[in-house]
C-alpha cells in the first residue's frame, strides 16, 4: 500500500470538521428524502379521500333527489291502490340500499 492511496478513501487525511460537515449533510439528505416519501403518501392519502367525497356527494345528492321526488310521486300515485303500493316497495327497496351504504360506509368508533 501506497503511502498516498491508503486505499483511494478521499476522506483519510480529511480534517475532522470536514467528516462532521459530511455526515451533517448526510442527515440532512435523509431527512429530505424522508420528508418527500411522507408528502407523496399524504398527497396520496388527499386524492383518496377526494374521490371519497365525491362519491359520497353524489350519494347524498341521489338521496336528496329521492327524498325530495316522494311528495310528487305520492301525488301522481292518487288513490291508486296499485301503484301506491308499488311506490312503498320501491321506497322500502331504496330504503335498504342506503342503509346498507350508510352502515357500510360509516367507520365505527371504538367505545372508550
Partial sequence: MSFWNRDSDPWYWAPLWAIDLREMVNELLELERASRKQEIE???????????????????????ALI?????RITAAGVDVAKLQALTDELRTQ??????????????????
Fill in 42 to 64: 399524504m398527497s396520496k392519502e388527499l386524492d383518496d379521500l377526494t374521490a371519497q367525497v365525491a362519491a359520497n356527494s353524489t350519494v347524498v345528492g341521489s338521496a336528496i
Fill in 68 to 72: 325530495n321526488g316522494i311528495a310528487d
Fill in 95 to 112: 330504503d335498504e340500499a342506503l342503509g346498507t351504504a350508510v352502515v357500510s360506509n360509516t367507520p365505527v368508533t371504538p367505545t372508550p
